[in-house]
């Protein structure tokens, strides 16, 4: 319970890596981290990795289009991070 | 690349397969007119091909320079009369498809390939059922259609040359590698991919290994690339158990009957990924 508060009160980008950590560790059943290679390490399956595209869209807001839709950008927790601090700052393009 | 002017596709049910197939036609640029006898199945498939073609683009397995061909769903089967080529994808019945390619066969131009998607049920058996016989052929699909690019693709006893070229044509659009076997029970992949599955359920069952270390054992030792209990949540259990069904049908091997574990789960409803369980738990159903 601690735990949880200090998060919040943690800088969006540690709060948004750790949501997105506990997710997948809970997800795939093990711990990840931060620079982990969720794919060259075959923990993220095909069917996983859009499942986790519609979980980010869900849990922020926000909409993953045209380039961004690309696997690159879920290869690991900072990856994900990044992209999600970008979208929510940005709005997003609708270039699908 | 689909030939806008040349390919029309149609697609006769609406599940998981026939979804699949429609995300892959209509991501190539092809026009796909998409049949089901029911309203609620349409549009949720709708959805779910909405879904697919941005899976099949993250995953880099559909062109992204290429405009998406037209969507039409519609619960009158008369709507595929101008196809180029139909794929039945309905439920895994012999009966049920008799019907259903019987009345497409009554629609379609002469020379339009009908295509069974089927992933074990010998063209022979429902060639009766068509006006031309040898406008009849098979394929097998794995799921998701969109992202396996290999087809296994069955030429029946009276499947015309044509019909051949014409099908890999159309599998060549869609960046597709058809794979060519003859008319048996199961094919060649289910023959063989249905029983290991049926055996690793069994083995699960008497309790030798859990789900989780039958798959690992698969993955880390065998080289499986999802491991047996992961690609029956894939297929879904009810196919998977209809298949295996007239596998033991129409090979007389007992050894090939649903294990009894997994005809529980089906009558529980557990029909694995797209119902968000199966012998794993997949959270709340995304895809």
């Known amino acids: ?96 | 690349m689909g030939e806008p002017d040349r390919d029309r596709l149609a697609v006769v049910g609406a599940g998981v397969m026939g979804t699949g197939i429609a995300v892959l036609a209509v991501g190539h640029g092809i026009p796909v007119v998409l049949v089901d006898v029911l309203d609620d199945r349409l549009a949720e498939a709708r959805r779910e091909i909405q879904l697919g073609l941005r899976h099949g683009r993250l995953m880099g397995a559909l062109p992204t320079d290429v405009a998406a061909g037209t969507l039409t769903t519609t619960t009158d089967l008369d709507d595929i009369a101008e196809a180029t080529a139909v794929v039945e994808a309905v439920t895994e019945d012999a009966a049920v498809k008799t019907k259903v390619l019987g009345e497409a066969s009554a629609l379609v131009a002469p020379a339009t390939p009908l295509i069974s998607n089927t992933s074990g049920i010998p063209i022979g058996e429902l060639a009766d059922a068509v006006r031309r016989p040898e406008e009849l052929v098979g394929t097998h699909f794995m799921n998701p259609a969109y992202l396996i690019t290999m087809v296994e693709v069955v030429r029946g006893p009276a499947t015309g040359v044509a019909t051949m070229l014409g099908v890999q044509t159309l599998l060549g659009h869609m960046g597709r590698r058809g794979m060519v076997v003859r008319d048996a029970p199961g094919f060649v992949t289910s023959r063989l991919l249905h029983p290991m599955i049926n055996d690793a359920v069994r083995v699960v069952a008497d309790g030798v290994a859990d789900v989780e270390t039958v798959d690992e054992l698969m993955r880390g030792c065998l080289g499986h690339p999802t491991g047996p209990l992961r690609t029956a949540d894939l297929i879904g259990l009810d196919n998977l158990a209809d298949a295996l069904r007239l596998l033991a049908e129409r090979t007389g091997n007992e050894r090939h009957r649903p294990a009894q574990l997994l005809l529980d789960k089906v009558a529980a409803g557990d029909l694995g990924r797209k119902s968000g369980r199966g012998f794993y738990d997949y959270g709340k159903v995304l895809l």
């Open chain 1, 1 to 96: 319970m601690n735990v949880r508060v200090e998060q919040a009160t943690r800088p969006t980008a540690d709060t948004v890596g750790i949501e997105i950590g506990e997710f997948l560790s809970e997800r795939l059943n093990t711990a990840v981290d931060a620079e982990q290679d969720l794919f060259a390490s075959g923990l993220i399956s095909s069917m996983f990795a859009m499942e986790l595209v519609v979980h980010l869209e869900q849990s922020y807001g926000i909409a993953v289009v045209g380039r961004d839709l690309k696997l690159d950008n879920f290869r690991s927790v900072r990856r994900m991070t990044d992209l999600v601090l970008r979208l929510r700052d940005a709005p997003a393009t609708e270039d699908v």
